[in-house]
């Protein structure tokens, strides 16, 4: 199977993380965690879940993975002030390969300035940010615009799941 890497902030949304995460492993990938910091964990908005950071952009390279995925919470506005992640995730995005990113996910992909011209879709608090750096906004549960997988929130988890599973099978024929 593939390797994945998903970038995770200090209060992400707990279960933006644990379903894909869980899903995608479940499948057979190998995932990194990256954030801020390699080997510290970082915890959830709810308080339910921490996960580990394996890595952070230092050391890592879009080429090394298969798929990019970014949960949602207050994590990826956390985030955004990282130059590094910033650019990995830059990078990513310009590689062509699948890039998932859900309810306050598409903030990295704004700070990238990877969304004009693109049709995405988020938690609505991020709608303005989205439409004044270019995209345009939708109110559907899952918008796939060429590598980008964009869902709003928790209860979109399922096709966002299945959304991924469609970009990681296409890439791999």
């Not at 990282?82 to 903030?107: D, R, Y």
């Not at 060429?146 to 890439?171: H, M, V």
């Amino acid at each position: 199977m593939s390797k994945l890497v998903f970038i995770v902030g200090e209060g992400f949304e707990d279960s933006e993380f644990q379903v894909p995460y869980e899903h995608l492993k479940k499948a057979g990938h190998a995932i990194d965690v990256m954030g801020d910091e390699a080997g510290v964990d970082v915890h959830g908005k709810r308080g339910g879940f921490a996960a580990h950071i394996d890595i952070d952009a230092r050391g890592a390279y879009p080429h090394d993975y298969a798929a990019l995925v970014i949960p949602g919470g207050f994590g990826p506005d956390r985030l955004r002030t990282n130059e590094k992640i910033v650019a990995f995730v830059e990078g990513f995005v310009s590689t062509g390969k699948p890039v998932a990113a859900i309810c306050h996910g598409p903030q990295l992909l704004i700070e990238a300035d990877q969304v004009r011209g693109r049709t995405l879709t988020s938690w609505p608090s991020v709608r303005t940010d989205l439409l004044n750096a270019g995209a345009v906004w939708v109110d559907e549960p899952v918008v796939v615009d060429g590598n980008l997988i964009t869902s709003r929130k928790p209860a979109d988890l399922e096709p966002f799941c299945q959304a991924i599973d469609a970009a990681l099978a296409r890439q791999a024929a």
